[in-house]
């Protein structure tokens, strides 16, 4: 009996079973560290942050009904892209984790609470 073979397919077996329940752990780890990120901005600086959360929920949006972008990330890219060039045009700057976790929310409020989650975005 070949115990290398026989260790590998549990090991695989193991993967396959346990990697629905870990990546559902991981979005919601992300998730949990963008909503705290947003909620550390937004205290520092609450006027700005709100300007920095409705400009990511347009950029979201546009970037949803863009025909030209149509993976997740390049939806993301596109979001995070137009919030710099808003910011730059205020003379703004800001982290840009901040403004990952601005177009997570934005995603996750637009798209997250329902069933209809579009296709592609939220990878």
């Known amino acids: 009996m070949d ?3 026989v260790l590998s397919d549990f090991v695989q077996a193991m993967l396959l079973a346990t990697a629905p329940v870990l ?20 205290e520092a600086q609450p006027d700005l942050f709100s300007q920095v959360e409705w400009i990511a929920k347009t ?8 025909g030209a972008v149509t993976l997740g990330q390049e939806k993301k890219a596109y979001a995070i892209n137009a919030i ?32 209809n989650n579009p296709v592609g975005f939220v990878e």
């Open 84 to 115: 710099e060039k808003w910011l730059a045009e205020k003379g703004l700057t800001l982290d840009i984790d901040l403004i990952d976790a601005a177009v997570e929310a934005a995603v996750f409020e637009e798209f997250g609470g329902k069933n």
């Open 59 to 66: 950029a979201v949006k546009a970037a949803e009904q863009s």
């Open 3 to 5: 115990w290398l073979k």
């Open 23 to 42: 990546g559902v752990f991981l979005v919601k780890a992300v998730i949990a560290w963008g909503q705290k990120l947003a909620a550390q901005a937004k």
